[in-house]
């Protein structure tokens, strides 16, 4: 039996490269009532462009129902419909192939080039926690999650700026973001001396304010750039600081000193320079206009300023019903772990925050519910943020908290197995190359698989994707597909686990029990996986 993984994009260019030249036809099903009978649709419209009278040449249908290949999944029939080409998969055997190598499939599709660099810089964090906007808190997010998503692509990433407040590393450690610190600032020297060079036909005598050093002019470098390189054509004149100066060092200094243990193809590398590396400035947008500054100034002063910088800018925050300036990242962070508390103490009696054990607990998921909300919109977007308690809520199936739920489900599930094998109520869990995966026939089963476990890999791969290709300043991400992707699924296992029993003491169930907790294995590997990316931890009750 073939071992490669499968995979959805696999399947879906060995599809519509069987039916000839020509633009991709074929779609992925995604819906339970088109599953009932199909996995794979090329539509009839799509079809009717492509042949005469949309009727597919039966030598090509043939093609289609023996396709096979690297990735490929297995057919099992492939025939006209209204609809258009319907396609459906060895069911059983795709099961079998999934199931019986679980690890793969909570992880990137295709892994990045060997020495691949990013220097994530994140300026907000250069503030304290108390003046820290909700705007600022999500560039901070997004920069984190994007960190975890490259490198788990293989990627070799930087974090700027080095936080050096003990508040502002106290607070990231509650939100369970990783950041660096760090106790000194870079020098800015070298720095300093070119900008007084620059400086020196500038001032016209004037006396200067302590801590500035003069204005440059900007606009040259903006013409030279162009229109269509995305800098604000309002940019002129940069008041040249020293604590800007000492910014652009620290990112300098980054730029060219990559920690010898930060990637195997960089080891022993002390020095590897700006080539080959891409910056990326996360910024919201109100601090657009200044960071756009400061990237020309970086160029302007430096001559091997990196070639590739762009900025990912992310959209406002709103509060419904209020503006968002009203509301600090502390204070919104007390706000949410406050409703965590007592919607916890609604549900389980007593004050349970007062319980060492619940602490750690209430703090994730405070976190999870932030990050989630922060999160499940495109970054580029506006975010709107609704303060009431049904965001905190384990039966609200958007909300952070409902995916923790049921993380919580899925571990309670497997401890119970555990401990009614150590009774002797179940015989332990037979080798995975025994189990008869025919038994998995259910439609929240395939639903689970299909539409999670199996395209999981490319996810993965499609979260680190950085287009440092496309023209112009600006860069967009998709940070926002794995909370979806994540809520997706905890509402699919959420209904199955409601109406399937899994556990039951008949002995002549029991292939089928463990084939169910097979996939329900996946299925927590997966979901485990997509809370690391937000650096949450999975939860064993709630």
């Known amino acids: ?9 696999e399947t879906l260019g060995a599809l519509n490269a069987a039916l000839g030249p020509g633009g991709p036809v074929w779609i992925k099903e995604t819906r339970t ?9 090329a539509p009839h419209r799509a079809l009717q462009a492509r042949f005469d009278d949309g009727q597919v040449p039966e030598h090509l249908l043939h093609a289609l129902a023996c396709l096979q290949g690297p990735g490929v999944a297995p057919v099992l029939r492939c025939a ?3 609809a258009g080409l319907s396609l459906q998969l ?12 679980v690890a793969a499939y909570a992880t990137p599709a295709s892994p990045a080039s060997l020495g691949q660099r990013v220097l994530l810089h994140c300026p907000a964090l250069r503030s304290s926690p108390c003046a820290l906007r909700l705007s600022q808190l999500r560039t901070v997010l997004v920069a984190d999650h994007l960190a975890r998503a490259l490198r788990a692509h293989g990627v070799c990433v930087r974090l700027v700026p080095a936080v050096r407040d003990p508040h502002m590393l106290t607070f990231l450690q509650q939100l369970r973001v990783d950041w660096p610190a760090a106790s000194e600032r870079a020098s800015s020297h070298t720095l300093r001396s070119h900008a007084l060079e620059e400086l020196t036909s500038a001032n ?5 304010s302590p801590g500035i050093l003069g204005r440059l002019c900007l606009k040259e470098l903006v013409e030279e750039q162009g229109r269509t390189a995305g ?8 008041l040249v600081t020293e604590d800007l100066l000492s910014v652009l060092a620290e990112l300098q200094e980054a730029l060219w000193h990559w920690p010898e243990d930060s990637h195997p193809g960089l080891a022993g590398a002390s020095d590897t320079g700006t080539g080959g590396c891409l910056v990326v400035h996360v910024v919201s947008c109100e601090e657009e206009f200044q960071q756009q500054k400061l990237d020309l100034l970086w160029q302007k002063l430096v001559d091997k300023a990196p070639l590739r910088q762009k900025h990912l800018i992310c959209g406002p925050v709103k509060v419904a019903g209020a503006p968002g300036t009203l509301m600090t990242a502390p204070e919104y962070y007390e706000f949410r772990h406050t409703q965590v508390c007592k919607a916890s103490a609604l549900k389980h009696g007593g004050d349970l925050a007062q319980d060492p054990a619940w602490t750690e607990i209430f703090g994730v998921l405070s976190v999870a519910t932030i990050k989630f909300e922060m999160l499940s919109t495109a970054p580029q977007s506006q975010l709107f943020l609704a303060l009431a308690d049904s965001s905190i809520s384990t039966k609200g199936t958007k909300s952070g908290t409902f995916v923790m739920y049921n993380c919580a489900r899925l571990a309670t599930l497997f401890e119970s197995y555990k401990c009614s094998m150590e009774q002797g109520l179940y015989p332990t869990f037979p080798p995975v190359s025994s189990l008869d995966f025919s038994l998995l026939h259910d439609e929240g089963e395939w639903l689970l698989l299909f539409n999670s476990i199996l395209p999981f890999p490319d996810l993965l791969s499609r979260t680190a994707v950085l287009d440092c290709t496309a023209p112009g300043l600006h860069i967009a991400v998709r940070t926002e597909m794995i909370c979806k992707f994540l809520v997706q699924l905890s509402m699919d296992f959420s209904s199955y686990y409601n109406r399937v029993h899994i556990l039951g003491p008949r002995p002549h169930l029991f292939g089928q029990m463990f084939v169910r907790l097979q996939l329900l294995r996946a299925v927590r590997e997966v979901l485990h996986t997509g809370l690391a990316m937000l650096g949450l931890p999975p939860l064993s009750h709630i």
Do not use: I
């Open 90 to 101: 060895q069911r059983s055997a795709v099961f079998e192939r999934v199931l019986s190598a």
């Open 33 to 41: 009532r088109h599953l009932r009978s199909r996995d794979f649709l």
């Open 231 to 238: 800098y604000d054509p309002n940019l002129d004149n940069c």
């Open 80 to 82: 006209p419909t209204p």
């Open 1 to 9: 039996m073939a071992t490669r993984r499968l995979g959805v994009g």
């Open 204 to 208: 016209d005598g004037r006396t200067l």
